[in-house]
């Protein structure tokens, strides 16, 4: 039998090469903007050296702490978990998916106005199984889930199919905010604070930025529902 190890020893210092596997590869591949299949091999090893060769990096095809940090890949989602980490300014940006998208489409959690939840409670609500009150999903609906702080988290991966709209999900990209309902849960309601809007506003501009062509829409645009609780369509015509 195989092990495969996440990584190799080399001294102290924990490097990803050649050989690699595991979730910290998937990473370096997703911030590299290849096909993330986990595995190091020469198509990784090629990307490394292209990144390194453009930020002035030393040129070795070997994932070590500078080339790591440059990434913008945190030594430390080893813990957090792939993704649901907050993007940091060192990351090139967004990631484009390779499915052709001409949607990006807005949702809230529908969670009550003034509470924070993260990318791992929706996500954990999203895989739960039916049986246990979730909905059974392979991963969280969203692509992008936007925090009451304003931050942008990573949710599924873009490459992957969402499931957030039906009937658009193939084509789409999912955004999501925190909240679109009262405290009390009895109502929708734009519940976005300043810094969310914000937020949404920057992560909408860049995803424009890499689909041109994409109309952003709400959630109630193809559905009968209130979700995103507010007028997304309207709202981001100019972007
Ligand atoms: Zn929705």
């Known amino acids: 039998m195989i092990v495969a190890t996440e990584s190799q020893q080399t001294g102290r210092a924990t490097v990803y090469k050649r050989g690699s596997r595991g979730d910290v590869v998937r990473q370096i591949q997703k911030a590299l903007n290849i096909y993330a299949d986990g595995i190091f091999g020469k198509v990784t090893?090629?990307?490394?050296r292209e990144f390194q060769r453009r930020n002035g990096l030393k040129v070795d095809g070997i994932v070590g702490a500078m080339t790591?940090?440059?990434l913008g890949v945190a030594m430390t989602?080893?813990?957090?978990?792939l993704s649901g980490v907050a993007m940091?300014?060192?990351?090139?940006?967004?990631?484009?998916?390779?499915?052709r998208i001409d949607e990006i489409i807005v949702h809230c959690s529908a969670?009550?106005?003034?509470?924070?939840?993260?990318?791992?409670?929706?996500?954990?609500w999203h895989t739960a199984p039916v049986s246990k009150g979730g909905r059974g999903w392979s991963d969280i609906a969203y692509h992008y889930v936007v925090y009451r702080d304003g931050s942008v988290h990573e949710g599924r991966d873009v490459n992957s199919v969402g499931t957030h709209c039906a009937r658009h999900n193939s084509h789409s990209i999912g955004v999501c905010y925190v909240g679109g309902m009262t405290k009390d849960m009895k109502r929708d309601k734009d519940t976005r604070t300043d810094a969310q809007k914000k937020g949404l506003l920057t992560l909408l501009r860049g995803l424009r930025r890499l689909y041109p062509k994409a109309r952003i829409r709400g959630h109630r645009d193809f559905a009968s529902k209130p979700c995103p609780s507010f007028d997304a369509t309207t709202e981001y015509m100019g972007l």
């Open 88 to 99: 940091t300014s060192q990351q090139t940006g967004l990631r484009r998916s390779v499915r």
């Open 45 to 48: 090893e090629d990307a490394v």
């Open 111 to 124: 969670t009550p106005e003034g509470k924070d939840y993260t990318v791992k409670d929706i996500r954990a």
């Open 77 to 81: 989602s080893q813990q957090t978990g």
């Open 68 to 70: 790591m940090e440059k």
